[in-house]
């Protein structure tokens, strides 16, 4: 359930394990903020430049907010990985291998660091849910990548839109900012990526299910929900290719060229693997003991002119189905929250607000909260994962038919992706329009929320146009 919490015993055994990884913090360190100069006449680089810089660092990670609130790690302290039940930990003591649940872990890196100022920056993948949930089997694992992926940073350089700066703990490590200061001037004397052209992938793309499946299985879940089982289920199909890894990082430039994103991400999960995310989507944001959840539904192509995008904007305001189906989703996040939230603070701030993207135009909604005191990260993750918006509702019996209908797992995608702070903040979107590539394969899951009156091609339809930045950045087009 998703209330359960390791006993002390069990937590006290994870924590050793931690630390036989890591040595232990340094006392009283909590992280600090330090302004970054670059003088010159160029003035600072950008964080496609600084991105450039590190990238073949290990380990290095990009949380990507288009124009602004750029943050960007290499050189983790320690990593953290779930798979099946089975934990493995590395750090600059060696690596263990061991039995642990992603939530219990989590709960134990917060109970060793926490306080630290050092920050957690990776995914949960959608079937860490099936630790919270007695659900069916998951669909088949292909790629073979962990369920959870968290790599522990004491440093990153943040972006805010106009200047650099430090943002580091001398827990472990010290961090002068000059060194910072001359990796940003080596930064800035580089070009940037150029984005390059020709399809990436080495023979075309194949969707799972095919067109005819996915709207069959669209059929089988009005069905289910004609019988009263479910009210709204997210039903997802896996667009999959070959790629050669070196592909991977002008795949994510092409991404973020087609469509900026406020939460996008690069995880380089090294030998090959990677993490490549585009989300417009908030699951969650703690700042003071506030929560905020933003959850989408709702979606229509960008129009060929002017004209054709507002009539497209009003067909998605004025649809009842849309605003329904955002509104069972909305009562999904609140009564999540609700979980451990002070009594009477949840609230939905904004409902059914117009987002629109360079590909898309969306529906949003804003749900808010005070957490209670003795509330954390791992708290809150248990009671709200995963995501309400790709799940449906009711959120549990949604998940189990998820489960029969779709072919393969979701892993990254449809989880959540971003940091978690051990100071007790943390950001993570909701893994929409998310890549994960493993042993030479892409996949990019592409889904649509399904109710009562859906109409199967239409909700191909939408799948379609969410999957289009994707395929458009790896040079192919829809399978036939």
């Not at 997802?236 to 991400?265: T, V």
Request: proline residues 8%; glycine residues 12%.
């Amino acid at each position: 359930m998703w209330s359960d919490r390791p006993s002390g015993k069990r937590r006290e055994r994870l924590v050793r394990r931690l630390q036989a990884v890591l040595p232990p913090p340094r006392p009283g360190s909590r992280g600090s903020k330090t302004p970054l100069r670059v003088p010159g006449p160029k003035g600072p680089p950008s964080p496609d430049q600084v991105a450039e810089e590190l990238r073949e660092r290990p380990g290095f990670s990009w949380l990507d907010g288009a124009l602004t609130a750029h943050r960007l790690y290499s050189r983790p302290l320690a990593t953290l990985a779930v798979r099946g039940g089975r934990a493995t930990v590395s750090g600059p003591a060696g690596r263990a291998s061991f039995a642990a649940s992603g939530f219990d872990l989590l709960d134990a890196a917060f109970a060793v660091w926490g306080g630290t100022g050092a920050t957690l920056v990776g995914y949960l993948g959608y079937e860490l849910g099936g630790e919270l949930e007695s659900l069916p089997p998951p669909p088949e694992d292909d790629l073979g990548l962990p369920d959870l992926h968290l790599s522990l940073y004491d440093a990153a350089l943040r972006w805010d839109g106009r200047s650099w700066s430090l943002d580091a703990t001398g827990a472990w490590r010290d961090w002068p900012a000059v060194e910072a200061e001359e990796l940003l001037a080596a930064a800035r004397r580089r070009s940037g990526p150029g984005i390059s052209e020709g399809p990436l992938a080495r023979d075309g793309v194949i969707s799972r299910p095919s067109r005819g499946g996915y709207e069959a299985a669209v059929t089988r879940i009005v069905e289910r929900i004609a019988s009263g089982e479910i009210f709204q289920m997210n039903l997802c199909r896996r667009l999959e290719a070959e790629i050669d890894p070196a592909h991977l990082w002008p795949l994510y430039h092409r991404l973020r060229a087609a469509s900026p994103a406020a939460y996008g991400a690069f995880l380089d999960l090294g030998k090959g693997r990677a993490v490549l995310s585009i989300s417009p989507e908030l699951f969650l944001a703690v700042g003071g003991g506030e929560v905020e959840s933003r959850p989408i539904k709702g979606t229509r192509p960008r129009g060929a002119n002017p004209r054709e995008d507002r009539a497209l904007v009003r067909e998605l305001l004025e649809s009842g189905k849309d605003r329904a189906e955002l509104t069972m989703i909305v009562d999904v996040v609140r009564n999540d929250l609700g979980r451990v939230c002070a009594t009477g603070s949840v609230e939905v701030a904004g409902h059914a607000e117009l987002m629109s993207l360079p590909t898309l135009h969306h529906t949003v909604s804003t749900v808010r909260g005070r957490l209670r005191p003795d509330v954390g990260p791992p708290e809150l993750l248990r009671a709200a994962f995963p995501p309400a918006s790709i799940t449906g509702a009711p959120k549990i019996q949604a998940m189990v038919a998820i489960a029969a209908e779709e072919e393969r797992r979701r892993g990254p995608a449809m989880g959540a992706v971003g940091s978690i702070s051990l100071n007790g903040d943390l950001e993570l979107a909701v893994g929409i329009r998310t890549a994960a590539a493993s042993h030479g394969r892409i996949v990019y899951h592409a889904g649509c929320g399904v109710v009562a009156d859906s109409d199967p091609e239409l909700e191909f339809a939408e799948s379609a146009a969410k999957a289009r930045a994707f395929l458009t950045a790896l040079g192919a087009g829809e399978p036939g």
